[in-house]
């Protein structure tokens, strides 16, 4: 519990009071499950453990564009717990094998009277914000050479190094970026 920054503050008899209603629960997602589906409507808030998540659309041409990527200690669905429409707009489902920490809303009332998970909760929604506002960004107002440079960029950042290693294959990668495989193919040529 300790080793979860969302929680690493919350009282030790509070989580324990929670688990123990089964308000808090793990469980594991193998590679390709599909933790959420598109449109069903959100009752808890997720932190990944492990392993790594993605949420993405399925255009009308039936490629996939990858929106966000979870990660350890990402937060899934904190913008929706509480708002008028729950549903979640994207599906989400495991890349590789993980493990999710499900908190229902009764928790999350529960540890909103704690400041310092306030804060992590309200990082989290900003952060989501952000990552929302690039990718808004990215799919309306760049062209792929250049989404491809930043994304480069990001990774040479990332790997401390002017040679990088695609992080996942050229095919998720063109899901990432919205694009067609062939058109990423001739970019990167």
């Known amino acids: 519990?300790?080793?979860?920054?969302?929680?690493?503050?919350?009282?030790?008899?509070v989580l324990d009071k929670c688990i123990a209603k089964n308000q808090l629960f793990v469980r594991h997602?193998?590679?390709g499950a599909t933790v959420h589906h598109q449109h069903e409507s959100c009752s808890v808030l997720d932190v990944?453990?492990?392993?790594?998540?993605?949420?993405y659309s399925l255009?009308?041409?039936?490629?996939?564009?990858?929106?966000?990527?979870?990660?350890k200690n990402s937060i899934i669905g904190a913008n929706l717990?509480?708002?008028?429409?729950?549903?979640?707009?994207?599906?989400?489902?495991?890349?590789?094998d993980g493990d999710v920490l499900h908190i229902s809303r009764e928790a999350v009332m529960e540890f909103l009277h704690d400041y310092h998970f306030v804060m992590r909760y309200i990082k989290s929604l900003s952060l989501n914000s952000q990552g929302m506002n690039r990718k808004i960004t990215m799919l309306t107002q760049k062209t792929l050479r250049e989404n491809l440079m930043d994304y480069l960029k990001q990774q040479s950042i990332i790997q401390g190094s002017s040679k990088i290693v695609l992080p996942f294959s050229k095919k998720e990668l063109a899901d990432y970026l919205g694009v067609q495989r062939p058109s990423l193919f001739r970019e990167l040529k």
């Open 59 to 71: 255009s009308e041409n039936g490629s996939a564009i990858i929106m966000f990527e979870f990660q």
């Open 81 to 96: 717990l509480f708002g008028e429409n729950t549903n979640y707009p994207l599906n989400i489902y495991g890349v590789i």
């Open 1 to 13: 519990r300790r080793r979860i920054p969302l929680l690493s503050e919350v009282d030790a008899a």
């Open 48 to 55: 990944v453990l492990s392993g790594k998540l993605v949420a």
């Open 29 to 31: 997602y193998a590679k």
